[in-house]
T-cell receptor, first 113, second 107 residues
Framework: ETGVTQSPTHLIKTRGQQVTLRCSSQ?????VSWYQQALGQGPQFIFQ???????GRGNFPPRFSGLQFPNYSSELNVNALELDDSALYLC????????????FGPGTRLTVL | KNEVEQSPQNLTAQEGEFITINCSYS?????LHWLQQHPGGGIVSLFM???GKKKHGRLIATINIQEKHSSLHITASHPRDSAVYIC?????????FGAGTRLTVKP
């Protein structure tokens, strides 16, 4: 176990709805990254937060937004859900931007109907 | 053409064999990651490399910055090594992933 937890484990939403996914970092880790992994594909980088500020962003539209809190836990928000948003959403925490290792959570599987 | 290419896509080996998985990238990078994903989705970060070579147990990762190429080697492979291995290039605050190599090690 990595110490990174995500909630919920599974979620079913309908098109147009909004969703919030949560990630609790490993203790002391100040950096969190979010990834989307569609079925049968490799992960895609959504964004990274370092000390509550967005540090980098992949090719995702603005309806994907995030937050990192003072305790370094994090949220991923997706507005106006589309069918293609159905995927496994993974978060990973690390200590600093140049850390050798990211610790991944188990993921949240989102299904959009 | 993907910015991060892995080969082979699928690999089947007998227990004990030496395994090599390759990753080539076309973007400039500040670091390259090797990840292991088991069935069910759990991902483990194996290495982060910006130069040279790293070793952890039976796993060795190398990177050649000039050639934009990295390899992941597994010595004395074991069925528990069966997983998808993914390389990912970190560049300009963005990370690009390879499609993964599915490794099956048979007893």
């Amino acid at each position: 176990e990595t110490g990174v937890t995500q909630s919920p484990t599974h979620l079913i939403k309908t098109r147009g709805q909004q969703v919030t996914l949560r990630c609790s970092s490993q203790s002391g880790h100040n950096t969190v990254s979010w990834y989307q992994q569609a079925l049968g594909q490799g992960p895609q980088f959504i964004f990274q937060y370092y000390r509550e500020e967005e540090n980098g962003r992949g090719n995702f539209p603005p309806r994907f937004s995030g937050l990192q809190f003072p305790n370094y836990s994090s949220e991923l928000n997706v507005n106006a859900l589309e069918l293609d948003d159905s995927a496994l959403y993974l978060c990973a925490s690390s200590l600093g931007l140049r850390a050798d290792t990211q610790y991944f959570g188990p993921g949240t599987r989102l299904t959009v109907l | 053409k993907n910015e991060v290419e892995q080969s082979p896509q699928n690999l089947t080996a007998q227990e004990g064999e030496f395994i090599t998985i390759n990753c080539s990238y076309s973007v400039g990078i500040s670091a390259l990651h090797w990840l292991q994903q088991h069935p069910g989705g759990g991902i483990v970060s194996l290495f982060m490399l910006s130069s040279g070579k790293k070793k952890h147990g039976r796993l060795i990762a190398t990177i050649n910055i000039q050639e934009k190429h990295s390899s992941l080697h597994i010595t004395a492979s074991h069925p528990r090594d069966s997983a998808v291995y993914i390389c990912a290039a970190w560049n300009n605050n963005d990370m690009r992933f390879g499609a993964g190599t599915r490794l099956t090690v048979k007893p």
